[in-house]
């Protein structure tokens, strides 16, 4: 029986009718799409009989990743601050961060979110998007390098949509933030905890800003000082 569901679910019609679904549902319902599509991922993992390199974990240096990782995150958070959303907003209006307003002073709530980030969003959405998502697309698309990177671009723009409730802006910052994370992962491919940690070192960054009432300081200065001259 679990062989016979690995082989169903990882069937290549099945796999984009579980992407499209996953999807729809995200658009309509929120977050009901994510937990559809991680179940999913929990039915391969479990017919896999948890061979995780099926998602890409494989064994990794961890040090070497943590530090990787991080040098990562904050090289990905400066050039989209500093070079990708101050343009974004310019033309589309400022991302929706309303969402997270109870976090903002709040050292409980702050603490517990960034909890809550690292399993469902650092952990979560990478295990889905990419380690599930994009590596099934890519071996549908033929498994090659040119398949993996049509796969990143696909995923990355679904990944985007899934953040609609942060506008338009939002939509798009997010879906390129993922589209370089799916590089990340489309280099070092049986290292999906690279991915996971670059997630979630990136989102403790912005958290923290969002706690200290921080967030815009970077960009309401390029906005003032670059835009208005």
Known sequence: MRAKIYTFLTNRIVIVLIILSSTLLTYFTGGLGYFFGLIMALLVL???KFNWLT????????????????????????????????FIELYLGPIDLSNFDGIRGNVASYLIFILFMWVVA?????FLY???????????LGNTDKSWFISAIIISILFGLAHLYQGISGVITTGLIGFLMSLVFY?????????????GFYDMIGITLIFLSKERVIIDW???????N
């Not at 390029?222 to 208005?228: E, H, K, R, V, Y």
């Open 187 to 199: 280099k070092n491919r049986q290292n999906l905890i690279l991915a996971m940690l670059v997630h």
């Open 130 to 140: 990419r380690g599930f998502f994009m590596k099934q697309l890519a071996k549908v």
């Open 222 to 228: 390029i906005q003032i000082n670059i835009f208005s």
């Open 55 to 86: 998602f890409g974990i494989g064994k990794i240096d961890l040090m070497k990743t943590i530090l990787t990782a991080i040098l990562l995150a904050v090289s990905i958070f400066l050039v989209v601050d500093l070079f990708v959303q101050p």
């Open 122 to 126: 650092g952990f979560g959405e990478e």
């Open 46 to 48: 479990w017919g896999s």
